[in-house]
Every structure is written in C-alpha cells, then in structure tokens.
C-alpha cells in the first residue's frame, strides 16, 4: 500500500506492551506489488476545517494547527512534515499552496471552489525527495455545513468524496525475509522493520521518519508510523489473497479511512 496514498487526504489539506507474534511464513502473502484502488477507497467522513480571512491562513483540523498570513510568502512551520509553507490568494475562488523542506519544495497545490460554493477541487504535485519523477494528485470534496461568511470562498468544512492520482503514487513492494519485511515505493520512501514492534528507520519520506510492525496473524499486519518520536498514523493491513486493505487512522485528527489495493 502506498505510504503516499495514506497521507495524501491530510497532505491535501494541511499534516504497550507486545504480544508474542510467529514468524512471517515463507511464502508471505505480504510480498509482491500492490497498486492502491482509489475508486474503492473509503474516506473519512469527518471534515476537514480550514480558513483565510483578515489575510491570515488557519488550518483548523491540522495538528498542530497552522496560522500563518496568506501572502504568498513562505512562512515557518513547527510540528509538520515540512519547514515552511506559503499561501497565496489567487482570485476570489482559488489559491496556491506550497509547502517546503529544507528550502526545496516538497508539494504544490492549488484549491479551487466552485461557482456555487459547494465542491472543492484540489490539485497537488508531491516532489519526491529522492528527485525522482514528479507524482501529480486531485481531489473533489463537499462542503459541510453553511459557507461561513467574510472569508475567501475555498474557506469551510470539506468532506473528501473523491481521489485521483498519477500511477507512481499508487505503487508498493513488501518482500519478506524471515521476521522482517522491507517495503519500497517508486518515489524511494523504503523501511525494513521486523515483526518486534520496535521502531525502525523510515527512508526519503517526508511525513514519518520511523515505523514499528507487529503481526496480528498470518493475514494481517499493524504499523505503527512516527515522526519525531510521536505516533502519527496507525493502520491495520490484511492480506486476502490478491487484495490488501488497509484501514488507516491519522493519530492526530482521529481521521479514519480505508483503502483496498491489488497484487500486480
């Protein structure tokens, strides 16, 4: 299951003890390529909140929250996958966001309302950290609630309904190797971690810097993903024969979905 996948609905708007557990069998139904099925995918229907008014950007659901001036300049961020990000109002439907890492730019986007105020369309490129190729992303959401009023019109609760996105951002490879399991993806964000539940060093990914795994069975994996030493996200992925699902919780906003993907 893409890791870009997972992250992509807050990128799009934002960012025990163990049991005893057995050895992944030889024959792991884990390992091969997985592409990620979007039009199967269940999200959240708790909305995303953010605003601009006065000048000033504020992501409510964001956590930590973001506040920072929509001028088009870039602004520091702390707490977040990224240093910096900038906002810029483009016209009185649609605005541009860029978000930085180490001063090089880790995504663009932009968010654009519709005439009648009720669906919003974002538009996102993930620049890979490795330099790899560009991985373009759309998304439609539903406004929820009322319009609030004196603010710029991308402003509100949005519900996401829909995604879309470029193949290279729908693609993993799991291969296991006794109790390890190493996980690549085409824009080089790559672990290996074994089945211990300790932490393990995540690889050219912006949003986790570590992940721990631990096997619930034979079928179904938990990871456990952390950024700066603070759980983050949370899923739960079970294999049945050619289709993986993966029911993927965002510790930080308790935002909950789930996504179905298939062995290539």
């Not at 006065?54 to 961020?77: F, K, R, S």
């Not at 290996?192 to 393990?200: E, F, H, I, Q, V």
């Not at 992925?237 to 298939?262: F, K, L, P, Q, W």
Request: aromatic content about 8%; charged content about 20%.
């Amino acid at each position: 299951m893409s890791k870009i996948a997972c992250f992509v609905a807050c990128l799009l708007f934002c960012g025990s003890a163990l049991c005893a557990f057995a050895a992944v069998p030889a024959h792991s139904p884990f390992d091969g390529t997985w592409r990620t099925d979007l039009g199967k995918t269940k999200f959240s229907h708790t909305p995303l909140s953010f605003y601009i008014g006065n000048g000033w950007y504020h992501c409510v659901t964001c956590n930590p929250g973001i506040d920072i001036q929509a001028d088009g300049e870039d602004h520091p961020l702390t707490g977040q996958a990224y240093d910096s990000m900038s906002i810029k109002i483009d016209d009185p439907h649609t605005i541009t966001v860029i978000a930085k890492k180490d001063g090089k730019v880790a995504y663009e986007q932009t968010r654009s309302v519709s005439a009648d105020g009720k669906v919003l369309t974002v538009k996102m490129t993930i620049h890979p950290m490795d330099g790899s190729q560009l991985m373009n992303f759309e998304a439609t959401a539903r406004r929820s609630g009322i319009a609030p009023l004196g603010v710029h019109a991308t402003s509100g609760q949005w519900v996401i309904e829909k995604e879309s996105a470029s193949a290279n951002g729908l693609i993993a490879t799991y291969k296991t190797n006794g109790d390890e399991i190493t996980m690549t993806t085409p824009d080089g964000e790559s672990y290996t971690a074994k089945l211990d539940g300790n932490d393990y060093p995540v690889k050219g990914a912006y949003g986790w810097d570590t992940v721990s795994l631990k096997q619930i069975n034979p079928h179904t994996l938990e990871e456990t993903d952390k950024r700066g030493g603070v759980v983050i996200d949370v899923s739960k992925i079970t294999v049945e024969g050619n289709t993986m699902t993966v029911v993927d919780t965002d510790t930080r906003t308790n935002r909950t979905s789930t996504y179905v993907a298939h062995k290539q």
